[in-house]
């Protein structure tokens, strides 16, 4: 089975902190994704990568930046956090092309 | 640019009852076209994709869904809901050489006992 996990499941920060969401995969997948969930918004992609170092933004990139040095890991960097990034972020990731996506348990993310 | 519209934020149905969640999508080729289910607090978990070939698609825990080009609709139905199926539904759709998804915003289900 592929397993995606994420670092923490629920995570408060306060405003103005650097925050780090870790995800990694197990599944030698090519893709990796990261959304963000908002109640009657479903889910928007933030970053996606197709390789190591490399990197696309997606519909939402704003205030976020993303890390992929090693195949397995996709981090999802908040430079600077504020209070319209507390949100559900989900991890997924793929083989090639547009494949089935696999999707980790989430982190809650609450910014104070 | 692609697109999903999921019509119905919020369906109740009785436990025993059969469902129908709607999906109309766009998309300006051969769509690959999913079904995910997402429990509370939970991250989302595949039902079914559809590729190509048969149009009826069957999925895990007695669910399918019929692909219909003519109106680009990718409806998932159950004969019989169980309590468990209580969750949000979410209808994706991508394609091609295009690895990313686009999700529609989901429909909630709640199932009466």
């Known amino acids: 089975d592929v397993k995606v996990t994420q670092s923490s499941r629920y995570l408060v920060k306060r405003t103005g902190e650097k925050v780090f969401l870790e995800c990694v995969q197990d599944?030698?997948?090519?893709?990796m994704f990261w959304y963000r969930q908002d109640p009657g918004l479903g889910l928007r992609l933030i970053y996606f990568s197709y390789d190591v170092k490399m990197k696309e933004k997606g519909d939402i990139p704003e205030g976020y930046s993303v890390s992929r040095e090693k195949k397995e890991r996709f981090s999802l960097i908040l430079e600077s956090a504020s209070t319209n990034q507390t949100s559900m972020y989900l991890c997924?990731?793929?083989?090639?092309?547009?494949?089935?996506?696999?999707f980790g348990p989430g982190t809650r993310l609450t910014v104070l | 640019a692609q697109s999903v519209t999921q019509p119905d934020i919020h369906i109740t149905v009785s436990e025993g009852a059969s469902l129908e969640l709607r999906c109309n999508y766009s998309y300006g080729a051969t769509p690959y076209l999913f079904w995910y289910v997402q429990s509370p607090g939970q991250g989302l978990q595949l039902l079914l994709k559809?590729?190509?070939?048969?149009?009826l698609v069957q999925g895990i825990k007695g669910f399918e869904a019929e692909f219909k080009r003519s109106q680009s609709s990718f409806n998932l139905r159950k004969p019989s809901v169980h309590w468990s199926d209580a969750a949000e539904y979410f209808c994706?759709?991508?394609?091609?050489?295009?690895?990313?998804?686009?999700f529609g915003k989901g429909t909630l289900l709640t199932v009466n006992p």
């Open positions: 559809y590729f190509s070939g048969d149009t």
């Open positions: 997924a990731s793929s083989p090639p092309a547009a494949d089935t996506q696999y």
């Open positions: 994706a759709v991508g394609g091609g050489s295009n690895y990313k998804l686009t």
């Open positions: 599944m030698d997948h090519e893709n």
